[in-house]
């Protein structure tokens, strides 16, 4: 007979398992599928940049997005986030990111970027 502590313990240890086979999903999406070259050090540099993009895409949709976005699959986040339409504007020593007004993530862009525009800097 089990036990409630057995019982949860293999509940916390699946759940575990489940959130590491999302990421290796999610790695899927960003680059992982598909080494470009036939030599080992350019796949290993290219495995290095996934690995990076995972780790901001993770890091994004925990400190910046909110809702449905901050649970979003990569290739979602591609459609909303990175296809962005806009345009970098520069006057004096600001630089601003202009939007284009009827994109239908706009708002949600934006809220990104006030958010990682209001998280204190660690020095």
């Given at each position: ?7 949860s313990y293999?509940?916390a240890?699946?759940r575990?398992?489940?959130r590491?086979?999302?990421r290796?999903?999610n790695?899927?999406q ?12 350019n796949n ?5 940049v996934v690995?990076?993009a995972?780790?901001?895409?993770a890091?994004?949709?925990q400190?910046?997005l ?7 699959e ?7 986030l ?9 006057t004096g020593?600001?630089?601003?990111l202009?939007l284009q007004?009827?994109?239908?993530w ?8 006030a958010?990682?525009?209001a998280?204190?800097?660690?020095t």
């Amino acid at each position: 007979d089990s036990t409630d502590a057995d019982l949860s313990y293999l509940e916390a240890r699946h759940r575990g398992h489940a959130r590491v086979e999302d990421r290796i999903r999610n790695a899927k999406q960003t680059g992982l599928m598909n080494f470009p070259c036939h030599d080992f050090e350019n796949n290993a540099a290219w495995l290095g940049v996934v690995l990076m993009a995972c780790d901001l895409l993770a890091w994004t949709q925990q400190l910046c997005l909110e809702g449905e976005l901050a649970k979003a699959e990569p290739k979602r986040l591609r459609y909303c986030l990175l296809h962005a339409a806009g345009r970098i504007a520069s006057t004096g020593r600001r630089s601003y990111l202009r939007l284009q007004a009827n994109w239908p993530w706009s708002a949600e862009l934006m809220g990104a970027f006030a958010r990682l525009h209001a998280l204190p800097l660690r020095t």
